[in-house]
């Protein structure tokens, strides 16, 4: 089964940076969009980003400006670069992955990583 793996979680100090990648554990064909999700203790799980297959990125609003959400040349790998990384950003970073059939379909099929924890403490 197809799985995404999450790495380049840790701790950091407010106002620092880390880079988040993402990958297929195989092969996904025709994704859609990648994109990343938080979700901080005692909340629900939030968009962070999405970047489609063409290019196009969208950012919630409170990391506009600070995260940057990239794909590699084969488009099944998703980075997050997190520039000035405040308290209020830690949590559990996951991956998702949006696909559709070979055949044309207009199914769409979801996929999750398990989650890089990000910790922002001085």
């Known amino acids: 089964q197809v799985q995404l793996v999450e790495s380049g979680g840790g701790l950091v100090q407010p106002g620092g940076s880390l880079r988040l990648s993402c990958a297929a554990s195989?092969?996904?064909?025709?994704?859609?969009?990648m994109g990343w999700y938080r979700q901080a203790p005692g909340k629900q799980r939030e968009l962070v980003a999405t970047?489609?297959?063409?290019?196009?990125?969208n950012y919630v609003e409170f990391v506009r400006g600070r995260f940057t959400i990239s794909r590699d040349a084969s488009n099944d790998t998703v980075y997050l670069q997190m520039n000035s990384l405040k308290p209020e950003d830690t949590a559990v970073y996951y991956c998702?992955?949006?696909?559709?059939?070979?055949?044309?379909?207009?199914?769409?099929?979801?996929?999750w990583g398990q989650g890089t924890q990000v910790t922002v403490s001085s």
């Open positions: 998702n992955a949006v696909a559709s059939p070979p055949w044309g379909s207009s199914r769409r099929y979801d996929y």
């Open positions: 195989r092969r996904i064909s025709n994704i859609l969009s």
């Open positions: 970047v489609a297959s063409g290019g196009a990125t």
